[in-house]
């Protein structure tokens, strides 16, 4: 593999970036230590500015080239947070907090755009601006849109950013990735049905919200299964139910569930919010309970743009030799916002034959530090060549 020869020589430091950060895993914008430690370490890599809490806790490095004479800017972002799940990989540097892991890398991500952001304040083989991006709470908190109204991309000039993200089952090392519409837009819900509770023996002085809710769950598969264009991707899942009651012997008061909604389509997105909304109220009102829909638009669905998708697809396979054609996600990425607000793509680096991210066994696979290092500096400097 053609990876830069500084990334060989530094793989052992990154490493061992990697897995402090591994070890002190931090939740949502709660990347308090991880951000400290990001802002010191691109203090001491050279960066001509280093600002903190941008988007609460992120974290921005600015690199500029031998020569600025062409003007133009283009940024790398990698995402600092963690997950709440409890690790159980065994490792002699797992984490040290309990109910928080590193389960999807991002402890990987960030420390590979921190050895890139040393080789290029070290080279500076480029004519322009360079800004690392090292964003909280994409975990669920929006950190990238934070970042956005924080005024990123006006406050450095950036003219076109990047993204990348480790992937189990692709070869380590190497790269995937898709123009246009790549990963979906994940919208989240709850739905509380009320009802009348009383004893498990006497139903018919009751109405029973978990017979109604349970009503409800089924009629919500028909959204995808009859409502939409089969061509068309979306997802309804319910992941939460839960009664008011514990009991054996008590028919409860309400239920409360929770769900995802997964499209790559603004009418599917508009379509599944109407029909949840239409599907728990009357199937309610049918059996003479109620239910209250909450419906939240999260992230958007994360398009890659078709120019810029071409320039990152070059430097894959510039380091790796190739560049496969990646397939839809249905898993949602903040890097969205983002990408809303400048051309960009985002793309995927091997991790091998490792637990999926999100298990508890999952563990970011150092061997492919210097890949992804060097897919970093080769964008860099293909965007930004030197005079």
């Known amino acids: 593999m053609p990876v830069k020869n500084r990334f060989a020589e530094m793989h052992d430091e990154i490493t061992a970036w990697r897995r402090d950060l591994h070890q002190h895993p931090e939740i949502l914008f709660d990347t308090h230590r991880t951000s400290a430690f990001v802002a010191e370490k691109l203090r001491e890599l050279g960066c001509d500015e280093v600002v903190e809490g941008i988007g609460r806790t992120g974290v921005v490095g600015v690199i500029r080239g031998r020569s600025t004479a062409s003007g133009r800017t283009v940024g790398l972002r990698a995402d600092m947070d963690a997950l709440p799940i409890h690790e159980a990989t065994g490792l002699d540097y797992a984490s040290k907090t309990d109910g928080a892991m590193h389960a999807c890398g991002h402890d990987g991500h960030t420390a590979m755009l921190l050895g890139a952001a040393r080789y290029l304040a070290e080279t500076r083989n480029f004519d322009g601006t360079c800004v690392v991006i090292f964003q909280p709470a994409e975990e669920g908190g929006g950190g990238g849109r934070e970042m956005c109204e924080d005024g990123l991309m006006a406050r450095w000039g950036i003219e076109e950013v990047y993204g990348m993200h480790n992937w189990p089952g692709m070869p380590v090392g190497s790269f995937a990735i898709r123009p246009g519409a790549f990963f979906a ?120 743009s078709e120019r810029e998708t071409g320039y990152a697809a070059e430097a894959g396979r510039a380091v790796s030799g190739e560049c496969a054609d990646a397939e839809l996600v249905m898993g949602g990425e903040d890097f969205a916002f983002m990408l809303e607000e400048r051309p960009g793509a985002y793309i995927l680096v091997g991790n091998g034959d490792s637990a999926a991210v999100h298990h508890p066994e999952y563990n970011f696979n150092d061997d492919a530090i210097p890949a992804g290092c060097s897919f970093w500096a080769e964008i860099v400097e293909r965007r930004l060549p030197a005079a």
Do not use: C, W
């Open 185 to 304: 837009a994940t919208d989240v819900f709850e739905i509380v049905v009320e009802g009348r509770g009383g004893h498990a023996a006497k139903p018919h002085e009751t109405i029973d919200p978990t017979v109604t809710a349970a009503q409800i769950v089924t009629a919500t598969q028909s959204i995808a299964a009859r409502n939409a264009d089969p061509v068309g991707q979306i997802v309804v899942s319910i992941t939460s139910f839960e009664t008011s009651s514990k009991a054996f012997n008590v028919i409860p008061q309400r239920v409360t569930m929770k769900g995802t909604v997964r499209t790559l389509a603004p009418e599917m997105r508009d379509l599944a919010e109407t029909r949840l909304t239409e599907i728990a109220e009357h199937t309610a009102r049918a059996f003479g309970a109620t239910a209250a829909m909450e419906y939240h638009r999260n992230y958007p669905v994360m398009v890659n």
